[in-house]
């Protein structure tokens, strides 16, 4: 961490061009944001920048968009918020990138912003390409990264960027991220219990085997659970399962074996035929062909509150179950207000991360507290798993 270059409060940056890289990959539904929270926690910054005369170009991604006609996956809803949030004056630049942007873009005043559409709808962006590298980092004198969470993505606006602008820095909330994950990883108290979530586990394969050599309990929610209820030779009806996992979960249960940690998965289940239904609770025997597994079970949340309780670290990444429909958050809810309390009565260090996870808890509308709540998903897991992410390799 010590290595990483970041942002020097200093630094003159008076009518100076400085390109930020957010994250506003938030949800948004019928064009309303449903979870302002990473716009929210990364307003104080980019107002900072403005009341220092610098000129800011803000860029983000926002989902995974096939091309630029992809309305539903455009940014102008957080623009729109912007507006509201900061008085200074804010453009929309709404078409792609080209070598005529900079020209387009030359009458940015001091303290004005220029908000640019979703930067994946420029083909450069995902391949991290070079000539879009070059054309991108045209636009700045100073480059600053403050999302964290997108950091373990090898693309243009995050990586292939700092190679053409020298003055290149994380940002305070990507620096926060990775100074309350480190202090936690590298000063945790045992018993240390990770609970992790998520739809596959070959994608998390690396994390979960790099956690079990670090943690005491390892609890799987979430639809990677429903791969390890079917390993034990139960019925998941139509529910959400990843295939060819058998292998995959032997190998996990074998080395918590040889590391002393211990595995929970559900042992009862919240099921329904439909995923905008009622929750009918069962057993692990009993579910039927026509149901499928949308939250853990009362018996699970009570095992896992036990074990929370009897933790002194907590991390937690990924909801418990089909948190959109209230009728499956209790699982979610239940281990949330769990972390909270403890946290709050000052016997458990805990960093909750994803953006599931935040939104699962703003969903349910609850004031909690944790030690770090993060804001990232996969670059969390990654940076935990020991991972070198390639936008803090470039910021070194």
């Known amino acids: 961490m010590k290595n990483i270059r970041s942002f020097n ?3 003159d940056i008076e009518n100076k061009k400085v390109i930020v890289r957010s994250d506003f990959n938030v949800p948004i539904k019928n064009k309303i944001i449903q979870d302002k929270t990473r716009i929210n926690l990364s307003i104080p910054f980019i ?13 983000s991604h ?3 968009p096939k091309n630029i006609k992809d309305t539903s996956l455009s940014l102008k809803p957080v623009f729109n918020y912007l507006q509201e949030k900061i008085k200074n004056k804010i ?20 303290s004005e912003i220029i908000f640019f559409e979703n930067i994946r709808f420029n083909e450069g962006e995902i391949t991290d390409d070079e000539n879009f590298a070059k054309n991108l980092s045209s636009f700045g004198d100073i480059y600053i990264n403050d999302a964290f969470s997108c950091s373990h993505r090898k693309q243009t606006s995050i990586h292939k960027i700092t190679k053409y602008i020298k003055n290149s820095y994380a940002g305070p909330l990507f620096m926060k991220e990775i100074h309350s994950i480190s202090m936690v990883l590298n000063n945790k108290k045992n018993p240390t219990t990770c609970i992790i979530g998520g739809s596959k586990i070959t994608t998390k394969l690396g994390v979960i085997t790099s956690l079990i050599k670090k943690v005491d309990n390892l609890i799987i929610v979430g639809a990677m659970a429903n791969n390890f209820v079917k390993f034990m030779g139960n019925n998941v009806g139509k529910s959400l399962i990843e295939k060819g996992t058998e292998k995959v979960i032997k190998e996990i249960y074998n080395l918590a074996k040889q590391n002393n940690c211990q595995i929970i998965t559900p042992i009862d289940l919240a099921v329904s035929e439909t995923s905008d239904g ?7 025997k009993n579910v039927l062909d026509n149901e499928m597994i949308l ?6 949340i009570e095992k896992i509150i036990k074990i929370i309780d ?3 670290t907590v991390l937690w990444n990924g909801p418990a179950g089909y948190f959109e429909n209230q009728n499956f958050s209790r699982g979610t809810v239940s281990i949330a207000k769990k972390i909270s309390d403890n946290t709050n009565k000052a016997i458990l260090v ?3 991360g994803g953006g599931d996870t935040i939104s699962a808890i703003k969903n349910n509308a609850m004031d909690l507290n944790f030690t770090h709540l993060s804001t990232a998903g996969g670059a969390f897991l990654e940076y935990i798993e020991g991972k070198n992410l390639p936008g803090i390799e470039v910021l070194k």
């Open 295 to 300: 939250d853990i079970g009362p018996k699970t």
């Open 62 to 64: 926002l989902g995974r």
């Open 278 to 284: 009622n929750a009918n609770y069962k057993d692990l």
């Open 310 to 312: 009897s933790s002194k």
């Open 91 to 110: 453009h929309f630049y709404s078409d792609k990138i080209t070598q005529e942007t900079k020209e387009k873009i030359s009458f940015l005043g001091n």
């Open 350 to 352: 805990s960093i909750v």
């Open 9 to 11: 409060e200093n630094l």
């Open 47 to 59: 107002q900072n920048l403005l009341d220092r005369k610098a000129k800011v170009l803000l860029i």
